[in-house]
């Protein structure tokens, strides 16, 4: 099963790509939003310190309703229209 998770995350993380459409859970609902690029090393946005590197990369977002961006793990994004 761990396996199986693993292999999903992977798919997911080599699928996402710049200029992708996303959508997350956050508190207020389902957020949609656009990928801006892959973070690959760690870095600060907006004073948040985001641990992305090789092995566990992460995405910057854009929300298109308030156009705020944000760190997301692969695992917590998915495609939408």
Do not use: C, F
């Amino acid at each position: 099963m761990k396996i199986e998770k693993q292999s999903e995350e992977k798919a997911m993380t080599d699928a996402l790509k710049k200029g992708d459409n996303v959508e997350w859970n956050s508190s207020q609902g389902t957020v949609k939003g656009t990928v801006k690029r892959k973070l690959t090393e760690p870095t600060d946005i907006k004073g948040h310190h985001v641990a992305a590197s090789e092995e566990n990369p992460e995405y910057l977002v854009e929300s298109e309703k308030t156009g705020k961006e944000a760190a997301h793990k692969p695992e917590s994004l998915k495609q939408s229209e």
